[in-house]
C-alpha cells in the first residue's frame, strides 16, 4: 500500500487542521494505521493510532482532548483532526499503516508502511 498525507498548513494557535492520509495500491480496509511527528531536532513521536475497522483508537498524552482520528475505508482515506493547536505541535505529520487487524499500534517499528510527512506549523 501506498500513503500520501495532506492537509498540513500554517495556522494561528487555537486553531484547526484536518490531515488526511489517502493510501492507494490496496484495499485500506485490512490495515491498522497511524499518525506520528517528528520536530526539528527531535525524536518521532507517536500521535495517534487506529484500528482497522475504526472501532479502537489511542491517542499520546500530549493530544488527549484536542486531537481525533478516524478513518473512511470506503475511501481509503485515514484523518486527523487537531483543534486548539498549541505552537509546540509544530511539526511534520506521518502516517503510516501495517497489515494487521489486531491491537493498536504506538511503536514506529511497528509500521510498514509511510507517507511522505506533510508540516504543520502553529504560529503563536
Known amino acids: 500500500v501506498q500513503l500520501q498525507a495532506s492537509g498540513g498548513g500554517l495556522v494561528q494557535a487555537g486553531g484547526s487542521l484536518r490531515l488526511s492520509c489517502a493510501a492507494s495500491?490496496?484495499?485500506?480496509?485490512?490495515?491498522?494505521s497511524g499518525w506520528f511527528r517528528q520536530a526539528p531536532g527531535k525524536e518521532r513521536k507517536f500521535v495517534s493510532s487506529?484500528?482497522?475497522?475504526?472501532?479502537?483508537?489511542q491517542y499520546a498524552d500530549f493530544v488527549k482532548g484536542r486531537f481525533t482520528i478516524s478513518r473512511d475505508n470506503a475511501k481509503n482515506t485515514m484523518y486527523l483532526q487537531m483543534d486548539s493547536l498549541k505552537p509546540e505541535d509544530t511539526a511534520v505529520y506521518y502516517c503510516?499503516?501495517?497489515?494487521?487487524?489486531?491491537?493498536?499500534?504506538?511503536?514506529?517499528?511497528?509500521?510498514?508502511?509511510w507517507g511522505q510527512g506533510t508540516q504543520v506549523t502553529v504560529s503563536s
Open positions: 503510516a499503516a501495517r497489515w494487521d487487524a489486531g491491537p493498536l499500534h504506538d511503536q514506529g517499528s511497528e509500521y510498514n508502511y
Open positions: 495500491g490496496s484495499s485500506f480496509g485490512g490495515y491498522a
Open positions: 487506529i484500528n482497522w475497522s475504526g472501532s479502537n483508537t
